[in-house]
Structure formats: structure tokens, C-alpha cells
């Protein structure tokens, strides 16, 4: 059982290059999110799902696009990235509703020159 | 806006110590309460959700407990051992403002052999 997964584990990428972010969860699971992790700053949520063919914005989504298209996927894009979006980012996903444990993956690390 | 701190940011025991890790939240309008670890590049692990309803919940050597009145979480871990190095990171679930989950900046906890 996978559970969470994400790819990639880690990226360079410069100034104003694109570039996507796959989560992937075998669970089953409703509700997908977003997050990310910054030095003294804990987690914050980016963007997140209920279902499939849904997607919100969380607390900090400027400059990120999601897709929520298979029940399974959840996209996370940058269209231009910049040095500000350099941090690790999670994916995570829950069962029903926010209410409930959320299982995260290992998380990418993402270097923006 | 709901803010969570943790409290201490860093802390260094001697194994078999007994320690305490805590978590503040500034509104006391929450679903519920989480604690998580955090192992170096990994993603996040629930260790024990309290419900607002409750005052405390155990697994194992770990025993959370929960007063909403004062904004108040305390994770205490039993006759620690070097594997329990680790981030240790609070949560709350929010009644409100979408219902999300807001993150402290962590505790790292380092259990000397």
C-alpha cells in the first residue's frame, strides 16, 4: 500500500520555468490538499480539494494552479516560478471531510534559482 | 486569524527523560487538535487527533491532552528514546474560515543515547 506519493522529490528550476507537481494517493480518498513548508513557519495550505473535479484556494495560493481531473491526482503548478515559491512542498490527502486525519506524502523540495 | 505557536522551538534531553512539548492557539473555535512528527525529508505522521470535545488522548508512551478555554496542548512523551528524534508538529482544525488545518512552526526534539 503506497498511500501518498509524490513526484518529483526534488527540483531546480529558474526564474519564470514552469512546472508541475504530481500527488498521487491509492486510498481512495475524497480530499486532497496542498501545502507548504517553509523554514519557522510550519505548513500552510496552498490549495486543497473535496472530490474530484473540485479545487479551493487555501491560505497562500497566488502564483499556484491546481487540476483535481482523476479522484486518485492531484496537480499542483507553477506557471512562472519564482525564488519566493523555493520551499518543500506536501501533499496530503483525507478520507471524507477535514475533520479527520490527513495522510501526507514524503514531500518535494523545490529550488528556484 | 488563528495563529499556533509551539513552545520550546528546539529541545535536547538525555534519554529516559520524561518531557513535555506545548502548543498555544490564539481562537478557541476549533474542531479539533492534532500532534504530528516530522522525520528529516520525510513527510508528516499523525501521532494522536483530540476532538474538542475531549481532554486527552494516549498511545503508548505519547498522552496529549486538550484545554480550548486557554488555548492550550500539551504533548507529553514518557522515558524518551533516541528514535523519538524527531519535528514534533501542532494542529488545529478550524470551525471557520474554510475549515482548514493551521500548523505551529514545530518543536525539534533531539533524545541524546
Known amino acids: 500500500n503506497a498511500g501518498v506519493t509524490q513526484t518529483p522529490k526534488f527540483r531546480v528550476l529558474k526564474t519564470g520555468q514552469s512546472m508541475t507537481l504530481l500527488c498521487a494517493q491509492d486510498?481512495?480518498?475524497?480530499?486532497m490538499y496542498w501545502y507548504r513548508q517553509d523554514p519557522g513557519m510550519g505548513l500552510r495550505l496552498i490549495h486543497y480539494s473535496v472530490g474530484e473535479g473540485t479545487t479551493a484556494k487555501g491560505e497562500v495560493p497566488d502564483g499556484y494552479n491546481v487540476s483535481r481531473l482523476k479522484k486518485q491526482n492531484f496537480l499542483l503548478g507553477l506557471e512562472s516560478a519564482a525564488p519566493s515559491q523555493t520551499s518543500v512542498y506536501f501533499c496530503?490527502?483525507?478520507?471524507?471531510?477535514?475533520?479527520?486525519?490527513?495522510?501526507f506524502g514524503p514531500g518535494t523540495r523545490l529550488l528556484v534559482l | 486569524k488563528q495563529e499556533v505557536t509551539q513552545i520550546p522551538a528546539a529541545l535536547s534531553v538525555p534519554e529516559g527523560e520524561n518531557l513535555v512539548l506545548n502548543c498555544s492557539f490564539t481562537d478557541s473555535a476549533i474542531y479539533n487538535l492534532q500532534w504530528f512528527r516530522q522525520d528529516p525529508g520525510k513527510g508528516l505522521t499523525s501521532l494522536l487527533l483530540i476532538q474538542s470535545s475531549q481532554r486527552e488522548q494516549t498511545s503508548g508512551r505519547l498522552n496529549a491532552s486538550l484545554d480550548k478555554s486557554s488555548g492550550r496542548s500539551t504533548l507529553y512523551i514518557a522515558a524518551s528514546q533516541p528514535g523519538d528524534s524527531a519535528t514534533y508538529l501542532c494542529a488545529v482544525l478550524l470551525l471557520k474560515n474554510g475549515n482548514k488545518l493551521v500548523f505551529g512552526a514545530g518543536t525539534i526534539l533531539r533524545v541524546k543515547s
Open positions: 496530503a490527502s483525507s478520507s471524507g471531510t477535514f475533520k479527520e486525519t490527513q495522510y
Open positions: 486510498m481512495n480518498h475524497e480530499y
